[in-house]
C-alpha cells in the first residue's frame, strides 16, 4: 500500500511542478468556487442547447 501512495504522491509532486508556471504563484481556486462556476456554466448550456434544438427544428 504504502508503494501505492509514493507513487501518487509523486504524480502529485509533478503535476504541482508543471502547473506552477501557469499559475503565476498564485493560489489555485477553492473547490466550492469551481463547484459553483461549473453549476453555473452547465446551467448555461442547457440554456443554450435547448436554444439551439429550436433553431435546428425550424431550419
Known amino acids: ?6 507513487r501518487y504522491a509523486g504524480f502529485i509532486r509533478a503535476a504541482a ?16 468556487t469551481l463547484k459553483e462556476e461549473c453549476r453555473k456554466l452547465t446551467a448555461e448550456k442547457k440554456e443554450l ?6 433553431v435546428r427544428r425550424s431550419v
Open 17 to 32: 511542478r508543471a502547473t506552477s508556471p501557469m499559475l503565476n504563484g498564485a493560489k489555485l481556486p477553492k473547490m466550492d
Open 1 to 6: 500500500m504504502k508503494a501505492v501512495l509514493d
Open 49 to 54: 442547447y435547448a436554444e439551439y434544438r429550436e
